[in-house]
């Protein structure tokens, strides 16, 4: 055992490796999941071109109006100092379940691209409640190893985010 070293707790130690690993794959299948509302108007927008009649500035305020949010989202976040005051697993679900329903709204309900605009940057507003959450997650989870777990999440993320074109 070499300096600054802790005698290994054998069984116990095995179970909280385990736990975390269990949690990294979880929270990066979440991660994956949640993520893939970022472009999945942007999959859709050569429909959406035809069906709306689209300008090209249109189609950009669709994907820049999730960019927005995400950034609107981060702040209020922050300034609000959300993360401290919602346990974080509550505001990574709460949020992530919220995109959800906003992109089922755009799904169902957007008929223009006003519309669809606006909830598209509530959707980036949700979002920012659910990629830095799941960071303070995975830190707390990982003091050893946390490098490796981040490229893990980040992987899901950036996943998650292209799905919508994987089809």
Not at 45 to 58: A, F, G, I, K, T
Not at 142 to 166: D, E, H, I
Request: proline share 4%; hydrophobic share 50%.
């Amino acid at each position: 055992m070499g300096l600054g070293e802790k005698p290994s707790h054998g069984k116990n130690e095995r179970a909280a490796a385990l736990g975390r690993w269990r949690t990294l794959a979880l929270l990066s299948l979440a991660e994956l999941l949640a993520m893939s509302l970022w472009f999945s108007a942007s999959a859709v927008v050569p429909s959406l071109r035809l069906e709306w009649n689209l300008s090209d500035s249109s189609i950009s305020g669709l994907t820049i109006a999730v960019q927005l949010g995400f950034v609107c989202g981060t702040l209020l976040s922050a300034f609000l100092n959300l993360p401290d005051i919602i346990n974080v697993r509550y505001l990574f679900a709460l949020c992530a379940a919220a995109g959800a329903i906003t992109n089922a709204t755009f799904g169902a309900y957007a008929d223009s691209s006003e519309t669809a605009i606006v909830l598209r940057f509530l959707t980036g507003m949700f979002l920012a409640g659910v990629y830095p959450p799941g960071m303070k997650i995975l830190a707390t989870w990982f003091q050893r190893g946390r490098g490796m777990a981040l490229g893990v999440l980040v992987g899901a993320l950036t996943m998650g985010k292209a799905s919508p074109y994987f089809g």
